[in-house]
């Protein structure tokens, strides 16, 4: 067992018998009062975000986790099929795993994989950036590059994306996939 002072952000513990994750995690000192740390988490299953205070040296059940770099393939109803680079097994993982960052996958692309014990798969990351083509929007007309104004377009993955006046239609584009936000135009 280990307690509050070993997890910090990121770490994965099971709470009221569930798997959470740490998404933030501060150490408070109130005055005269005892030492604590408020924990936001968030419910591996449900998704659901809570928050709890931990007393200073409380005893908590941090779950082993094993992260794996797999390769996406493809989608099969609700489920992402991907594969394993060094041993070629092919594993279903459920979309909402990935959460938002679900309409951005591709074929071929590396996806982190997170593994409790090294059996079931309790989360799914796709990279945080990806590179996009942009299959369809308005077209930029000549000096739109003055004014931080966005306009709607669509990318190769189906997904809609905001992005400057002055991108158009077969242009390439970086995309953070955490927030599904235009990052910068490229060249390929």
Do not use: C
């Amino acid at each position: 067992m280990a307690d509050t002072g070993d997890i910090g952000v990121g770490s994965v513990i099971r709470f009221n018998g569930e798997l959470v994750q740490i998404m933030e995690y501060q150490h408070r000192t109130p005055g005269n009062l005892r030492a604590f740390y408020q924990a936001k988490m968030r419910n591996l299953k449900t998704g659901k975000q809570t928050e709890y205070r931990f007393r200073s040296g409380e005893t908590v059940e941090v779950v082993r986790v094993e992260y794996k770099m797999m390769q996406y393939i493809y989608s099969e109803g609700e489920f992402a099929v991907v594969m394993d680079n060094e041993t070629f097994e092919q594993v279903h993982i459920p979309m909402y795993m990935f959460g938002e960052g679900a309409k951005f996958l591709k074929e071929g692309m590396e996806v982190k994989i997170t593994f409790e014990e090294g059996e079931n798969p309790i989360l799914a990351e796709p990279p945080t950036f990806i590179e996009a083509e942009i299959t369809y929007t308005e077209p930029g007309v000549k000096g739109d590059t003055a004014t931080n104004t966005m306009k709607p377009a669509k990318i190769d993955t189906g997904a809609e994306i905001m992005v400057p006046l002055f991108v158009n239609q077969g242009d390439w584009v970086k995309v953070d996939t955490r927030t599904g936000e235009y990052v910068e135009r490229i060249k390929k």
